[in-house]
């Protein structure tokens, strides 16, 4: 895949992210999240059922790689999904929103350790202005009121810089399996983990769910969360890490809260600050040096997945 492709693939999938977890609100407020995520691992799994099967051309699984992909969805889905949501129940939004700011800077680093890859320059101010720009639209927001358990909010706070360094892994590791296996593959088997993972929250819960309350509407966003969260925007994702370093790819996570702040401008009538304004333009920024040709036209090369 060419490298604009792949930009635009990354793009993609983290402004789909921040679309659905916008649109997403209804659900939270209609079901539990655990039981919200159990059914949006199911939709996926029936979606990409055929998407399991082995290609012809695809050697046998290692342990390794089989780790690896328990450890992708261990971190990328279900404890992503349990740190972030705690954590924002037990702190601000303005302070959530500035700690996920770091999340390029986490899959630069990461990256760096564990992939051997080098950081430039220019991807290090790119990861700046990524962080700039999301802490700048953080800020841009009132400070929400805490209520009772205020004197939490520090465990809240390192909940959320858990959900950092679990987003920053999910990069890294996803880096490392797309050497040995096909993006959808990877997309349908990491999946299938989160559906294992979530069954025995989900189904405790779905047992004594009245299904028959949620109206129509609700059940056709849980169609799109479903396939949105599962399998469009990590198929995408995958795609593009292909071709791309994972240290680059990590300044596209900008993508996800800005495409959630603008839906909740287009669609839920939310208005647009001056400061807000500028956060976006920061945050472009970082996209635009990021994806820039190097001179030497030689990208960082990471360490065989084998290794």
């Known amino acids: 895949m060419k490298r604009p492709l792949a930009y635009g693939c990354l793009a993609l999938s983290m402004s789909l992210v921040g679309c659905y977890v916008a649109l997403s609100k209804p659900l939270t407020a209609a079901m539990p999240v655990c039981l919200l995520a159990w059914l949006r691992f ?21 342990r390794r790689t089989r780790g690896l992909l328990f450890l992708e ?17 037990l702190t601000t ?14 899959v630069a680093l990461l990256s760096w350790l564990f992939l ?8 290090w101010l790119a990861v700046g202005c990524a962080a700039l720009g999301i802490g700048l639209l953080a800020l ?31 990069a890294v590791i996803g880096k490392q399996l797309t ?16 559906f294992v993972l979530m069954t025995p929250f989900g189904a405790f819960i779905a047992w004594h769910f009245d299904f028959a309350a949620l109206p129509v509407v609700n059940w056709l966003f849980l169609l799109f969360y479903g396939l949105a969260a599962s399998m469009w925007s990590v198929w995408l994702w995958m795609s593009g890490l292909r ?4 240290s680059q790819s990590g300044v596209f996570t900008v993508m996800l809260p800005v495409s959630a ?4 401008v287009g669609a839920l009538g939310e208005t647009l600050s001056a400061m807000q304004a500028w956060a976006f333009a920061v945050a472009l920024l970082g996209v635009i040096l990021a994806t820039l040709p190097n001179d030497s036209n030689a990208p960082s090369n990471p360490k065989p997945a084998g290794e």
Not at 73 to 89: A, D, K
Not at 93 to 106: L, Y
Not at 153 to 168: D, Q, R, T, Y
Not at 179 to 194: D, F, H, K, M, V
């Open 42 to 62: 199911g939709i996926g799994g029936i979606a990409m059922a055929r998407w399991l099967k082995r290609p012809a051309d695809e050697p046998p699984m290692s």
């Open 73 to 89: 969805s261990f971190l990328g889905n279900f404890l992503f999904t349990i740190c972030m949501l705690y954590g924002v129940s």
């Open 93 to 106: 939004a303005v302070s959530a929103g500035v700690i996920m700011a770091g999340i390029p800077a986490a």
């Open 116 to 123: 051997g890859e080098r950081i430039s320059l220019r991807v």
């Open 140 to 170: 841009a927001k009132p400070q929400a009121s805490l209520g009772p358990g205020t004197d939490r909010a520090w465990l809240g706070n390192l909940l959320v810089f858990g959900a950092v360094l679990c987003e920053g892994a999910y």
């Open 179 to 194: 050497g040995s296996l096909s993006p959808r593959r990877i997309t349908a088997l990491i999946n299938l983990w989160g």
């Open 243 to 246: 071709s791309v370093p994972a």
């Open 261 to 264: 702040a603008l839906v909740g």
